[in-house]
């Protein structure tokens, strides 16, 4: 059980860090160029004007097809955001403290938005949730507008008062750098939970927006904001191939991938089918929520298997094993300590008493707690001159599946 929850753990930092990837690489590169953007030529620099808002469209775009609101209403903020920083002072002409009190009120509405929107749930945009969150947005740009033309309001006690004296926070007014510190350390928590894409993908663009808002650059504006929308639309295509590829409850590619997969193989390869013995009848005994922990651990298992194999969730409670290069022999033994480590990996179930909080000391284990062992069958083939196609090669794994279950179980058949 140990070695499970630290395989899980290792799985899961090596997920964070493949999502955490490109959005890195994008920030770094924003920084670079901000360092070294006295070598962009003038057309360049123009380019950097309208490039944000370029990538904000794209990427409302395809929050909307892909009913992404969670990304979707950060980049209507984003694009509001950027507008009034840049045309606004051209349409209505404002004084200096002005656009430093405009400046610093983006400053605290676009990490609070982020961090609001980054926990709401997928409801749809022409719904009555998402009839809301428009009107949240518009009533924030009315604040903003009256905030800016009543400056002794507590808004503006609240961004330019001083909370402790202390010089370490002259170079910012004290309310913006708590607000937006508590905004980004909030969406840090809620992120290194089990974090997702779209969560990876705010946090970098809450550092990336705020940040440049107090550099009174015009163009660390653009770049940074840049790298913003092209962080998002990243975040979309990520989460969109998550969603198509990925089976969700356990973490394996799913069937569609596994179609893909198979349209590749050439020469030699090997596949085996994989079924959970007597699933339906534990199902019915313990429960679907057990059940689904189950299907959970068993996937971790096929997720390690080695020899090249890579694993799939076919349906279920099968699951399909591609062994590209492979023949047969060379796979069998894999799979037997597939098979092996599975039937030795304690699932314990906990009773409807167990306490909530660990107990200080030591006490009784609760008598309604089990440990259960799960078993797995498995049917291989590969390809040879009766099966030719890997169509023709998962019909003959399948074959020898049933062969397996019809031996007792708990065992590979060719």
């Known amino acids: ?3 499970w929850k630290g395989s899980i753990k290792l799985k899961a930092l090596k997920t964070l860090l493949k999502k955490a990837f490109f959005p890195t690489a994008i920030i770094s590169a924003a920084i670079y160029i901000y360092l070294k953007h006295d070598i962009l030529s003038p057309q360049t620099l123009k380019l950097m004007a309208y490039l ?7 990427g409302l775009t395809l929050s909307l097809r892909f009913n992404k609101s969670r990304i979707f209403y950060p980049l209507i903020i984003l694009t509001i955001c950027l507008f009034s920083l840049t045309y606004l002072p051209e349409i209505i002409p404002l004084h200096l403290p002005d656009q430093q009190l405009l400046q610093m009120l983006l400053g605290v509405i676009i990490p609070i938005n982020i961090f609001v929107f980054s926990i709401l749930k997928e409801r749809g945009f022409f719904t009555l949730w998402g009839i809301i969150k428009f009107a949240v947005v518009g009533g924030q740009l009315y604040a903003a507008v009256w905030i800016l033309n009543h400056p002794s309001h507590i808004a503006y006690q609240i961004i330019y008062g001083e909370l402790i004296n202390y010089s370490l926070y002259a170079v910012l007014p004290q309310g913006v750098l708590l607000i937006s510190t508590a905004a980004f350390v909030a969406l840090l928590i809620k992120g290194s939970f089990l974090p997702s894409y779209a969560d990876v993908g705010l946090i970098f663009t809450m550092a990336a927006t705020v940040v440049p808002l107090h550099l009174k650059s015009e163009t660390a504006l653009m770049i940074f904001f840049a790298a913003a929308g092209l962080t998002l639309i990243i975040t979309i295509i990520q989460d969109s191939y998550r969603m198509s590829y990925i089976d969700e ?10 179609r893909e997969e198979l349209l590749k193989l ?6 085996a089918m994989v079924d959970i013995d007597f699933f339906k009848k534990f199902n019915d005994k313990h429960g679907h929520d057990v059940g689904d922990e189950v299907l959970r651990m068993v996937a971790s298992c096929l997720s390690e298997v080695a020899g090249g194999g890579k694993s799939f969730r076919y349906g279920g409670e099968e699951f399909t094993i591609l062994f590209p290069g492979k023949e047969i022999a060379a796979a069998v033994p894999h799979l037997e300590s597939l098979r092996e480590t599975v039937a030795k990996r304690a699932f314990v179930v906990r009773g409807k008493d167990r306490p909530k909080k660990k107990p200080k000391t030591a006490g009784k284990a609760s008598s309604a707690a089990k440990k259960l062992y799960v078993t797995i069958s498995i049917g291989v083939a ?8 890997p169509q023709e090669v998962m019909k003959s794994a399948d074959k020898a599946l049933y062969r397996a279950k019809n031996k007792g179980r708990n065992c590979v058949s060719k």
């Not at 409850?249 to 596994?258: E, S």
């Not at 050439?266 to 596949?271: A, D, P, Q, R, V």
């Open 1 to 3: 059980m140990a070695t």
């Open 52 to 58: 944000p808002f370029i990538l904000f469209f794209i």
């Open 249 to 258: 409850l356990t973490g394996l590619l799913g069937r569609r991938a596994l």
């Open 266 to 271: 050439s020469g030699s390869y090997t596949i």
């Open 382 to 389: 590969m390809k040879d001159k009766n099966n030719k196609s």
